[in-house]
């Protein structure tokens, strides 16, 4: 993991009256809005299936928090990805019917999902979700990878939040567009990569707080 000053630094070089909560703030909401639409901070974590319980929680990678099913499985045996609504049309008992479990599904609950219908046997650490994940906001680290191959990117979007607050000694609508465009680039790059490469997965809105 790579320590949130390290960016910091960086941004501070350029624009060096903002304060550093601020410079982490901005730089944790570019790399979750970066991560949030492109998918590109995927790793696999385990979990347990409780017999009879639908609810599943994820212990997510440190200092992240879910925010999609890239694909999973159960015991070996792959999971289907579906939204509650088309779980409903599928099979509108599949939260209280037992059987073999087929399904998986974002639970509204954050780091938890759904597998259905429920499982009549409990598999502990059985199941395996490769996940799309994105910083928290209140993270003092961020994946390496993602600085490593994304880090122009996020300070683009850094950048752009900064130069467009209004009031401030650096304060600059021209360099705030300019860097908008650049972190636009970058996530179109990134989400571009994700799809040509088969990794993207299954894009649902869902809202858990923050950005």
Do not use: H
């Not at 910091?8 to 601020?22: E, M, S």
């Not at 650096?170 to 790059?189: I, L």
């Amino acid at each position: 993991m790579t320590a949130l000053t390290t960016m910091r630094t960086l941004v501070i070089t350029q624009i060096p009256a903002a304060n550093d909560l601020l410079i982490d703030r901005v730089i944790l909401e570019a790399a979750r809005e970066f991560c949030k639409q492109t998918r590109v901070l995927r790793q696999n974590v385990t979990g347990t299936v409780t017999a009879d319980t639908l609810n599943v929680t994820l212990t997510p990678p440190t200092d992240t928090e879910l925010i999609d099913v890239v694909s999973a499985t159960l015991d070996g045996n792959r999971l289907t990805r579906k939204t509650t609504s088309q779980l409903d049309v599928i099979n509108p008992k599949w939260r209280t019917e037992t059987g073999g479990s087929d399904f998986i599904t974002l639970s509204d609950t954050l780091n938890d999902v759904l597998v259905a219908p429920l499982s009549a046997t409990t598999f502990t650490s059985g199941l395996v979700v490769r996940g799309a994940w994105r910083p928290v906001l209140g993270a003092t680290t961020l994946d390496d990878r993602l600085v490593s191959d994304w880090s122009d990117a996020l300070l683009a979007g850094a950048y752009a939040r900064l130069y467009g607050i209004p009031g401030q000694s650096w304060s600059s609508p021209q360099m705030s567009d300019y860097y908008q465009s650049m972190f636009a680039a970058k996530t179109e790059e990134a989400t571009q990569e994700a799809t040509d490469s088969n990794m993207k997965g299954v894009v649902r809105k869902v809202k858990y707080g923050g950005l």
